[in-house]
């Protein structure tokens, strides 16, 4: 997302310039929904089908472990009472061990999950970036900016090139690669 901020904040700078260098009516500005393409998408849908498949993947592993605690501790409370001091501690520092080994891998899956997320984002924009970049040249936009970045406070939908990116981004998507 800081490509998206950098646009628009670069888009903020250089507005001011070419409206101030050349004519208005030379000037031709657009917009994409960059989230709209991300979630749309065949390959935006692909990402975001794999990683909903990993993070069921996990979560099915994490309950396991979550199960494993909750027997522990329901044997805990209900044989507590018939151990030894010493078998007791042993079965509660077992427990909190196991605990402990659950919310680091909890907070270990949750990380690795978003890092793949943003890298398969991340993906997604540079290409998408480079595809905008021909679009706009052949069409004579001057200026292309993200719709949901807050820039925009008003635009035609005759300007809108979500669609269009949108369009191009699939039909690269299904060429064979080189």
Do not use: C
Not at 85 to 113: G, M, N
Not at 127 to 155: C, H, M, P, R, S
């Amino acid at each position: 997302m800081k490509l998206i901020a950098r646009t628009t904040a670069l888009a903020l700078v250089i507005f001011p310039a070419l409206a101030a260098s050349a004519d208005a009516k030379d000037i031709k500005i657009g917009y994409v929904d960059l989230q709209q393409i991300l979630f749309n998408s065949e390959r935006g849908k692909q990402a975001k089908e794999a990683l909903s498949s990993e993070y069921e993947e996990r979560k099915t592993l994490l309950k396991k472990h979550y199960d494993e605690i909750q027997q522990m501790e329901e044997d805990i409370q209900s044989k507590g009472s018939l151990l030894s001091e010493d078998a007791k501690k042993k079965k509660e520092e077992a427990y909190w061990d196991k605990r402990r080994d659950f919310q680091s891998q909890t907070e270990k899956h949750e990380t690795e999950l978003r890092k793949k997320d943003m890298e398969l984002t991340q993906k997604i924009l540079v290409e998408v970036q480079a595809l905008l970049q021909d679009l706009a040249k052949k069409k004579g936009y001057t200026l292309v900016i993200e719709k949901n970045e807050g820039a925009v406070l008003y635009a035609a939908d005759s300007e809108d090139l979500t669609k269009d990116v949108l369009g191009v981004y699939d039909a690269a998507g299904k060429k064979p690669k080189k």
